[in-house]
């Protein structure tokens, strides 16, 4: 019994390291696109201009997301397997704390994943709290969840909540 006190102790330690390292990652980060258009990527700028404020507040209760992520060829290069990906999503507007994220590794793409309540980062902040978001998906060269030089990025561009974005990962970060 008191090995698994410990293993949830880990755990939970863990889940709170990793919201707090994607509150950091949104600041002040530059992203050069490797090449002049990136593959696919639906709005690779849109992470770095001021979002319109949102003009309807309610989201429906429950909202979810449906994300499909995908891997340049170009950035497929530069990519290992077990390297980690973050995919997550934000509010357009207000605070860059990631409402919604998950895990997976390079292996797994291209993925579709659902975010939505369940995957919320903190019980008081869910996905269906915000009517727009912002998914970004990222490969971490280091597997922590704070964005560094030489990490790979793919932006959405505002998402209403309910909908369907597909993002490809075609974007090297190069530095803070």
């Known amino acids: 019994m008191k090995n698994s006190r410990v293993q949830q102790a880990m755990y939970f330690a863990g889940t709170i390291a990793v919201i707090a390292a994607i509150a950091l990652a949104g600041?002040?980060?530059?992203?050069?696109?490797?090449?002049?258009?990136?593959?696919?990527?639906?709005?690779?700028?849109?992470?770095?201009?001021?979002?319109?404020?949102?003009?309807?507040?309610s989201a429906p209760a429950g909202a979810s997301l449906k994300v499909t992520v995908s891997l340049s060829p170009a950035m497929a290069k530069k990519a290992a397997a077990d390297d980690a990906v973050f995919i997550f999503a934000r509010a357009a507007s207000g605070p860059r704390m990631p409402l919604a994220a998950v895990r997976k590794q390079v292996k797994d793409l291209p993925a579709t994943v659902v975010l939505d309540d369940s995957t919320a980062m903190n019980p008081e902040m869910k996905l269906s709290s915000v009517p727009e978001v912002i998914v970004v998906a990222r490969v971490s060269k280091s597997g922590d969840a704070i964005a560094k030089a030489g990490d790979l990025e793919g932006t959405s561009g505002p998402v209403k909540n309910g909908g369907a974005v597909a993002i490809t990962i075609a974007n090297a970060l190069t530095g803070r």
């Open 27 to 57: 600041c002040q980060r530059k992203s050069a696109p490797e090449t002049a258009a990136p593959l696919g990527n639906t709005a690779s700028s849109a992470e770095y201009s001021l979002p319109a404020p949102a003009t309807d507040q």
